[in-house]
């Protein structure tokens, strides 16, 4: 018998793997498919607080409750990013890690940092548009560092921008045009 955990993707849940349950409980094995805070039956937990850390979190938790071994750890889409963070807080758990049309991480590099080349590609070769805007509250210093290592420029302070969990927060401006994604390529 083989237990097998998913990793889900960012949207959906653990029940967009429902249907695979029977067949493998019919072939002998578990699926076990948590679903991450704030998604699926658990988006009333939603809120800012939740990053990729907490969503590493909720499955090795699953693992360590549920006390699951030499499990094969199914990573889909943005649960690449969660599964290499399960593998490496509990390894003694995991047999096999499959990144199944999964982001793989490299060390140091996050899934934005790995699509933000093709999000500007996308926008500016095949849309034609001129400029990006991003939005990000100041205390957001990994989302910031990111901008700007990657050819954003910092335009200022949008006051009381944006309503996130019942207060208005500011977000600093960044603006990356088609001129500034020649620069970044040179």
């Known amino acids: 018998m083989t ?23 019919a072939a002998g094995h578990e699926l ?8 699926g039956e658990r988006a009333h937990l939603a809120s800012s607080a939740i990053d990729l850390d907490t ?23 943005y649960g690449g990013m969660v599964a290499t ?5 509990a390894r003694e758990r995991i047999a096999q890690l499959i990144y199944l049309d999964a982001f793989v991480p ?16 996308h926008t500016f070769d095949e849309l034609g548009l001129h400029r990006l ?7 957001n210093t990994r989302s910031r560092r990111l901008l700007e290592a990657t050819g954003w420029r910092e335009e200022g302070l949008a006051r009381r921008y ?25």
């Open 3 to 25: 237990v097998f955990v998913v990793a889900h993707g960012a949207w959906s849940a653990g029940w967009a793997w429902k249907k695979m349950r029977p067949l493998l409980r």
């Open 32 to 39: 076990w498919t948590p679903t991450y805070t704030g998604l």
């Open 55 to 77: 969503h590493i979190a909720d499955v090795t938790g699953v693992l360590k409750m549920e006390d699951l071994h030499d499990v094969v750890l199914i990573a889909h889409s």
């Open 85 to 89: 963070g399960v593998a490496d807080r």
């Open 106 to 121: 490299h060390d140091g590099t996050g899934a934005m940092r790995a699509a933000m080349p093709l999000v500007t590609a």
């Open 133 to 139: 805007q991003a939005n990000v509250q100041p205390e």
């Open 162 to 186: 944006l309503l996130i969990d019942g207060a208005w927060r500011d977000h600093v401006m960044y603006a990356f045009t088609v001129e500034d994604a020649a620069r970044h390529r040179a």
